[in-house]
């Protein structure tokens, strides 16, 4: 069983940056990023391979977010650049079990972050 927390987020005002921490308590394969809007559905941001050199992104987010991870410290990021008011969620971390390859599916996914709140003031 792998626990996430993630950290970093906050409120910022537009234009601004933010990055995300997501700390796994033990080894992790492929990660990724999702995100829930207010009164919408989570939806996917990110995703990692578990050796990092394969990444994917939302169109919504390509060019002003970055994924990244530090595997000797069990330690996944999301850096966000260019922030805007539509950014605004609650950010999920998520782990696959004992898989390699991204996905962009909250269903390939076994093991979840409690969440972090991201506000992005206009």
């Known amino acids: 069983q792998v626990q996430l927390v993630e950290s970093g987020g906050g409120l910022v005002q537009a234009g601004g940056s933010l990055r995300l921490s997501c700390a796994a308590s033990?080894?992790?394969?492929?990660m990724g990023w999702f995100r829930q809007p207010p009164g919408k559905e989570r939806e996917f941001v990110s995703a990692?391979?578990?050796?990092?050199?394969?990444?994917k992104y939302a169109d919504s987010v390509k060019g002003r977010f970055t994924i990244s991870r530090d595997n000797a410290k069990n330690t996944m990021y999301l850096q966000m650049n260019s922030l805007k008011p539509e950014d605004t969620a609650v950010y999920y971390c998520?782990?696959?079990?004992?898989?390699?390859?991204?996905?962009?599916?909250?269903?390939?996914?076994?093991?979840w972050g409690q969440g972090t709140q991201v506000t992005v003031s206009s």
């Open positions: 033990g080894r992790t394969f492929a």
């Open positions: 998520a782990a696959r079990r004992g898989l390699l390859a991204t996905s962009n599916s909250q269903y390939d996914y076994s093991y």
């Open positions: 990692i391979s578990g050796g990092g050199s394969d990444t």
